[in-house]
């Protein structure tokens, strides 16, 4: 079976832009996580989508958003970038909202 | 706000000895998770704890709760070099699959 997929790998913006990245979720699994990682920290929590309803919001600005589709696939949405969003970028997936989180290879952006 | 610390920062350690890392929260657990991420790739899921006192063993690898359920460790008997990455725990925010990870501690294996 696939593992967690998300999609772009890398991506380099400008600040001002706007980016959407996307989550596959392992098929079966109805809650995804998004998470922020800054180079030589630990994931951040964003966001927690289940069922399509989002559960959960971490301490991000509003330009940060969120949503999950029917299939259970998610995108986040980041608007306005700024420097500092640069990060890696991780999609967590698990069957429920307290099951065990699969995370997914990442999108790494970077914002020039 | 929760907050979950680890220590230490970094560790660089001989093949073949021993390496511990200390997880502390500011607030009562009703789990931990610890994680593994490998240089360049992504958190990959070791063990989840929920029990008071808890203690886990997998391989070289031994992982306890405390009795307060503030803290937790992670001990790995005779490191290998495939040991090298940087391991976090995380504990859950109040409700779902929200977690808050620590610091990380990131070991380096001289062979």
């Given at each position: 079976?696939?593992?967690?997929?998300?999609?772009?790998?890398?991506?380099?913006?400008?600040?001002?832009?706007?980016?959407?990245?996307?989550?596959?979720?392992?098929?079966?699994?109805?809650?995804?996580?998004?998470?922020?990682?800054?180079?030589?920290?630990?994931?951040?929590?964003?966001?927690?989508?289940?069922?399509?309803?989002?559960?959960?919001?971490?301490?991000?600005?509003?330009?940060?958003?969120?949503?999950?589709?029917?299939?259970?696939?998610?995108?986040?949405?980041?608007?306005?970038l700024?420097?500092?969003?640069?990060?890696?970028?991780?999609c967590?997936?698990?069957?429920?909202?307290?099951?065990?989180?699969?995370?997914?290879?990442?999108?790494?952006?970077?914002?020039? | 706000?929760?907050?979950?610390?680890?220590?230490?920062?970094?560790?660089?350690?001989?093949e073949?000895?021993?390496?511990?890392?200390y997880?502390?929260?500011?607030?009562?657990?009703?789990?931990?998770?610890?994680?593994?991420?490998?240089?360049?790739?992504?958190?990959?899921?070791?063990?989840?704890?929920?029990?008071?006192?808890?203690?886990?063993?997998?391989?070289?690898?031994?992982?306890?709760?405390?009795?307060?359920?503030?803290?937790?460790?992670?001990?790995?008997?005779?490191?290998?070099?495939?040991?090298?990455?940087t391991?976090?725990?995380a504990?859950?925010?109040?409700?779902?699959?929200?977690?808050?990870?620590?610091?990380?501690?990131?070991?380096?294996?001289?062979?």
């Amino acid at each position: 079976d696939a593992g967690v997929t998300q999609s772009p790998t890398h991506l380099i913006k400008t600040r001002g832009q706007h980016v959407t990245l996307r989550c596959s979720p392992i098929s079966g699994h109805k809650s995804v996580s998004w998470y922020q990682q800054v180079l030589g920290q630990g994931p951040q929590f964003i966001f927690q989508y289940y069922e399509k309803e989002e559960r959960g919001r971490g301490n991000f600005p509003d330009r940060f958003s969120a949503r999950q589709f029917p299939n259970y696939s998610s995108e986040l949405n980041v608007n306005a970038l700024l420097l500092g969003d640069s990060a890696l970028y991780l999609c967590a997936s698990s069957l429920g909202r307290t099951d065990t989180q699969y995370f997914g290879p990442g999108t790494r952006l970077t914002v020039l | 706000g929760q907050q979950v610390m680890q220590i230490p920062q970094y560790q660089h350690v001989q093949e073949g000895e021993d390496f511990t890392t200390y997880c502390n929260s500011s607030t009562t657990l009703s789990n931990i998770q610890w994680y593994k991420q490998r240089p360049g790739g992504h958190p990959v899921f070791l063990i989840q704890l929920v029990k008071s006192g808890e203690v886990k063993k997998q391989k070289r690898l031994t992982f306890q709760f405390g009795e307060a359920k503030k803290n937790s460790s992670l001990h790995i008997t005779a490191t290998q070099t495939t040991d090298v990455g940087t391991y976090f725990c995380a504990g859950p925010r109040n409700t779902g699959n929200q977690f808050y990870f620590g610091t990380g501690t990131s070991l380096t294996v001289i062979p």
